[in-house]
């Protein structure tokens, strides 16, 4: 499967971006999905993560209650919902897909990953 994410740009601190990512080549509705982010210098880190049937999620606590994951299988699309933005926040984000064991599983560790896109720049600036 081949995922592309798009919607990144440069926000000011308080605003909202949605993510999306699109897989091509297989379904997305046959993953469990994730979202990860990597600030320049820094090691890749967990954003969050859905299950192969969008019941179950997580989130990491920086971003807990701010960020919000969802997924239109019909569409082969996972959404990131990033509100109340922060110049922390600032990364190359990236989703990631995962052929899971059980339908209702999420996955928050980037080496359970199979695939990955290329990511898309988020800059907030304060």
């Known amino acids: 499967v081949q995922l592309v994410e798009s919607g990144g740009g440069l926000v000011q601190a308080g605003d909202s971006l949605k993510l999306s990512c699109a897989a091509s080549?297989?379904?997305?509705?046959?993953?469990?999905m994730g979202w990860f982010r990597q600030a320049s210098g820094k090691e890749r880190e967990f954003v969050s993560a859905?299950?192969?049937?969008?019941?179950?999620?997580y989130y990491a606590d920086s971003v807990k209650g701010r960020f919000t994951i969802s997924r239109d299988s019909a569409k082969n699309l996972v959404y990131l919902q990033m509100d109340s933005l922060k110049p922390e926040d600032t990364a190359v984000y990236y989703c990631?897909?995962?052929?899971?064991?059980?339908?209702?599983?999420?996955?928050?560790?980037?080496?359970?990953?199979?695939?990955w896109g290329q990511g898309t720049q988020v800059t907030v600036s304060s």
């Open positions: 990631a897909a995962k052929t899971p064991y059980y339908t209702g599983t999420y996955y928050k560790h980037q080496n359970d990953y199979d695939y």
């Open positions: 080549g297989r379904t997305s509705g046959e993953y469990a």
């Open positions: 859905i299950s192969r049937n969008g019941i179950n999620t």
